[in-house]
């Protein structure tokens, strides 16, 4: 069973930065792509940021140019440097892992970004 770990979230003065960590139990190669994703009260889950096992990445048009998605293949990390921060990227953020016929979630790290 995969295991998805996140870390690195915590409270922050809008204009800050933060880096999210996801940490898996499994070689992230094997994974046709992982992602974030966030969700804040009383609103659904919305990907924020995605990468395929080839680098190539995708983010939401609202954290385009401030949000940074990699990936550390020997680590079996993904990260989300999350910079110009804003108290609308308030929300607890998840990472999410997939595969052919599997999809797994982390437990969620709480981003608070105070005005």
């Known amino acids: 069973q995969v295991q998805l770990v996140e870390s690195g979230g915590g409270l922050v003065q809008a204009g800050g930065s933060l880096r999210l960590s996801c940490a898996a139990s499994?070689?992230?190669?094997?994974?046709?792509?992982m992602g974030w994703y966030r969700q804040a009260p009383g609103k659904q889950r919305n990907l924020v940021a995605s990468?395929?096992?080839?680098?190539?990445?995708n983010y939401a048009d609202s954290v385009k140019g401030r949000f940074t998605i990699s990936r550390d293949n020997a680590k079996n990390t993904v990260y989300l440097q999350m910079d110009s921060l804003k108290p609308e990227d308030t929300a607890v953020y998840y990472c999410?892992?997939?595969?052919?016929?599997?999809?797994?979630w982390g437990q969620g790290t709480q981003v608070t970004v105070s005005s």
């Open positions: 499994g070689r992230i190669v094997s994974f046709n792509g």
């Open positions: 990468i395929t096992s080839r680098g190539s990445t």
């Open positions: 999410r892992a997939n595969r052919v016929g599997s999809d797994y």
